[in-house]
């Protein structure tokens, strides 16, 4: 039954599909960190839904708060209506934002996704500023869309589309095992925020005066690329500094993904706009943006959307948020992260296709290289993308699915459900090194 799924789909759905072609399965069952396929096969589910999935796939808490919405007959559609449900969802949202954050904080909800979110960020940014050109990051992604895909630093996607948002500048992200300026490790962070400072207190740099700064504090589609905390630092100063918005997009990493509720918590900096979706609706669709106050410049209507106000979104969003904080899922998953990232440092030693393992929390990348070619001043090696997707089409066949990405589609990528045990960490990293050694020789 799987094959004939799949079939059917190669068969009538668009060109434009994109994990099917690497993860040829027909999910019919899922629960926690598994799926299984339609002929009963199960896999442990490192993808996650790119990292929605902060309590794994139907995870009680999500099913009761479904469910209550159904038995109480809430409304399921509401446009951006008032209703209880959204105001203990935003209640929720706002208590657990760090310092004094919530104090100044005002939400719009979006519709609903990380990308229509990132739209809207943007919009505010230009209004309050009165300002046009955009700060994003090589490597950097932001959805698919044609203004988020103009803010993403990958040009794969974007090269065939025309016309797409101009006065995007694209500044060096501290990408330091491929650093951009030949050099690894702090050296690396120092020249790419000297490099920034200096292109924005340049007049002819012809990027003045931005509207925003966009940022990912660990860099997801990318390639799970974890930016130091010195830097952001340093990103935040730098913007604070010359009065430049600074805009998080937490979509990915966001709601304990990284081992803290929010990753920019890492850093102990807080940003001008914080842009949240996937975990934020507990698997359903739902996303904001969360920013400070005095940034609230728009007119009425100058966001809308029919889906702003998805109701189950919110209640599933809000029992996620709470179990998570009651339960410390954002600890357990430095923990998790930690043993992963132990785990695959010890496979590196063995297998010199692996060129660095990273990540922050259960956001982890294990980067794929081709060891015989020539090494870049930085100390890489060059990227070795047809080798990572035989790795992930190895892990499939050993019940594993898993991400592929990075700029180069060399990084397989890890974003296991919150909720992963020490056990499924030793599982999924021995099956990973069965695949490398297939896949490898
Ligand atoms: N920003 C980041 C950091 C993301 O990872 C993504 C999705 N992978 C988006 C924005 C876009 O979100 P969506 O796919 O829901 O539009």
């Not at 099917?20 to 199960?42: H, L, Q, S, T, Y």
Request: with cysteine.
């Amino acid at each position: 039954r799987n094959d004939i799924f799949l079939q059917q789909q190669e068969h009538r759905e668009s060109n434009a599909r994109s994990y099917p072609r690497r993860i040829p399965i027909a999910i019919e069952e899922a629960e926690g960190i598994f799926v299984k396929d339609a002929d009963g096969k199960k896999y442990y589910d490192c993808l996650a839904g790119a990292g929605t999935l902060a309590l794994g796939h139907n995870h009680p808490v999500v099913i009761e708060a479904i469910e209550q919405v159904i038995r109480d007959k809430r409304p399921l559609h509401t446009l951006d209506l008032t209703t209880p449900i959204k105001e203990d969802f935003v209640t929720e949202l706002f208590d657990s934002l760090p310092g004094d954050f919530a104090k100044r904080a005002k939400i719009q909800f979006c519709g609903p996704t990380g990308g229509d979110a990132i739209e809207a960020a943007v919009k505010l940014c230009k209004t309050a500023t009165g300002r046009q050109s955009i700060l994003s990051f090589q490597g950097g992604y932001h959805g698919s869309t044609h203004g988020t895909m103009a803010l993403s630093g990958n040009l794969g996607p974007k090269e065939k589309v025309r016309g797409l948002m101009p006065d995007v500048h694209f500044l060096p992200y501290p990408y330091t095992y491929r650093c951009p300026f030949g050099v690894g490790g702090e050296e690396s962070q120092r020249i790419s925020s000297q490099y920034i400072e200096n292109l924005l207190d340049d007049p002819e740099s012809g990027v003045l005066p931005p509207a925003a700064m966009i940022l990912e504090i660990v860099q997801g589609e990318g390639g799970s690329i974890p930016a130091p905390i010195e830097w952001l630092k340093e990103m935040r100063r730098i913007t604070e500094e010359r009065g430049i918005p600074l805009i998080i997009d937490e979509v990915q990493t966001g709601i304990g993904r990284t081992g803290k509720l929010f990753a920019f918590e890492h850093a102990g900096i807080t940003p001008d706009v914080l842009v949240l979706s996937k975990a934020i609706g507990g698997s359903l669709p739902l996303s904001v943006v969360v920013y400070d106050k005095k940034l609230d410049q728009w007119s009425p209507g100058a966001h809308i959307g029919t889906f702003r106000g998805n109701q189950m979104a919110m209640a599933a969003g809000m029992a996620s948020l709470r179990y998570i904080k009651e339960n410390n899922l954002a600890a357990h998953a430095e923990k998790m992260g930690d043993l992963f990232v132990s785990k695959l440092a010890s496979i590196q030693q063995k297998y010199p296709e692996i060129g660095e393992i990273r990540g922050r929390g259960l956001m982890i990348g294990a980067e794929i290289v081709n060891p015989k070619g020539k090494k870049a001043n930085s100390g890489s090696h060059p990227a070795h993308p047809s080798l990572a997707s035989a790795i992930q089409r190895e892990c499939f066949n050993r019940g594993l699915i898993l991400e592929v990405g990075g700029r180069h589609g060399s990084v397989v990528r890890f974003l296991p459900p919150l909720i992963i045990t020490e056990d499924q960490v030793r599982e999924i990293t021995d099956i990973f090194t069965q695949a490398i050694e297939a896949a490898a020789v």
